[in-house]
């Protein structure tokens, strides 16, 4: 691939976030703790969400332009729900300057490489990144500037990724606090189809399966359980539709496991029950072990 002009990272001056929400107030936020003396400049399209941005003082400036709010940035990224991806690259492909690199915190990859592939010019760069960050809240009031503090931050990449950009992603991920690992776009969409697409259409499905007045009962353990079904509908279904295969392989999977311990249930194999419950409590303790020794939680 031929290079063309890359900033570095002391040349990031100007940074657009494309979306003011919970991760995108969150990373205007992060940019300008870590990146004193770069222009913060934020596009929302809703009046109501840019009013409450200027309120909160979220960027160093606040626009209702998309094309006003990408010309001349250094760094672009996307913050909206999946869905509006593509139509938002083709409506800045001719206003980026050279070297412009642009990014996402999109929770699916594939198509995103692909609609950017297809839109964007060759002097304009663009690496896919999903900071594993966030909650079932939504808004910009819930934004905070530490919310990238210790968590992965995933970069996806292709063989006709720029290496230059990538590695000043790299550099400013990590200086909003977050871990980096690195792994292609299919490889992205397969692993959190299994660990953060599944575990949303389980809580889903849990609370679906309930009669509302019965809900009243509940314990910690079920709010434990369904809290992320309060994510917001649109944002989701953005992400299951983008990545269908793997999530209904996903689903396939948990209703095979719910399967057997429904036949041992059946069957009264209390042998068969107590492996199944050990099994999924041992490796739950493996993964809370590595993610204390990782800090990616604190104990």
């Avoid at 609609?115 to 966030?134: D, F, K, T």
């Avoid at 292709?158 to 550099?171: C, D, F, P, Y």
Wanted: charged letters at 25%; a positive charge.
């Amino acid at each position: 691939m031929r290079f063309h002009k890359v900033f570095a990272m002391k040349d990031l001056k100007r940074i657009t976030v494309v979306g003011l929400g919970l991760l995108g107030g969150s990373i205007s936020l992060a940019v300008l703790r870590s990146f004193p003396r770069a222009k913060v400049v934020g596009y929302a399209h809703r009046a109501s969400t840019r009013a409450l941005a200027r309120e909160l003082a979220v960027a160093t400036e606040v626009t209702g332009s998309l094309v006003a709010a990408v010309a001349d940035s250094n760094l672009v990224i996307l913050g909206t729900p999946i869905g509006v991806f593509e139509t938002i690259f083709d409506e800045i492909a001719d206003v980026l300057p050279d070297g412009c690199i642009v990014t996402d915190v999109g929770s699916t990859k594939v198509l995103p490489h692909r609609w950017a592939a297809g839109a964007l010019p060759n002097q304009v760069h663009y690496v896919g990144s999903h900071p594993i960050a966030g909650s079932e809240q939504r808004g910009i009031e819930f934004a905070r500037d530490d919310l990238f503090d210790r968590a992965i931050c995933v970069l996806t990449t292709t063989k006709k990724s720029n290496e230059q950009a990538v590695q000043i992603l790299t550099g400013f991920w990590s200086e909003l606090g977050c871990i980096l690992q690195s792994m292609t776009p299919a490889e992205h969409d397969r692993i959190f189809a299994n660990v953060s697409h599944l575990p949303h259409i389980t809580a889903v499905a849990l609370t679906n399966a309930n009669k509302g007045e019965d809900l009243k009962f509940c314990g910690k353990g079920f709010m434990d359980a369904s809290r992320i079904a309060s994510s917001p509908a649109n944002i989701w279904a953005d992400v299951l539709l983008t990545n269908a295969k793997n999530a209904t392989k996903g689903i396939d999977k948990v209703i095979a496991e719910l399967g057997r311990l429904r036949k041992a249930i059946e069957k009264g194999e209390r042998k068969q029950i107590e492996a199944l419950l050990e099994k999924a409590r041992a490796r739950r303790a493996e993964l809370i072990e590595h993610k204390l020794k990782n800090k990616e939680i604190l104990s």
